[in-house]
């Protein structure tokens, strides 16, 4: 599986963007997917997951309530909407995917990951 993130970019605080992650290759298989992110001089971090049905879905605390996964298997494509974008939410951001199907936040059960997009967000 191949990964192609996107729609990074400049936001205020209180903005909103949305990223995509593109799936091409072995795309008949089920996986889940996950974003996580990573910071200037911070270990990366989760950020949430999506199953391949979509039923599960898990959340970081810190983006509980603010960020929505989803995804559109017949576009091979998941989403993640982020709104009410904060100062600490710049990152660059990364899709991964998990070929188990498990819905989890650690990236060591990932298999691929993508090229990751940059999110800035000016105060």
């Known amino acids: 599986v191949q990964l192609q993130a996107s729609g990074g970019g400049l936001v205020q605080v209180g903005g909103s963007l949305r990223l995509s992650c593109a799936a091409s290759?072995?795309?008949?298989?089920?996986?889940?997917v996950g974003w996580f992110r990573q910071a200037p001089g911070k270990e990366r971090e989760f950020v949430a997951a999506?199953?391949?049905?979509?039923?599960?879905?898990h959340y970081a605390d810190s983006v509980e309530g603010r960020f929505t996964i989803s995804r559109d298997n017949a576009k091979n494509t998941v989403y993640l909407q982020m709104n009410s974008l904060k100062p600490e939410d710049t990152a660059v951001y990364y899709c991964?995917?998990?070929?188990?199907?498990?819905?989890?936040?650690?990236?060591?059960?990932?298999?691929?990951w993508g090229q990751g997009t940059l999110v800035t967000v000016s105060s």
């Open positions: 290759g072995r795309t008949f298989s089920r996986y889940a």
């Open positions: 999506i199953s391949w049905s979509s039923i599960s879905t």
């Open positions: 991964a995917a998990d070929l188990s199907d498990v819905v989890t936040g650690y990236p060591d059960r990932y298999d691929y």
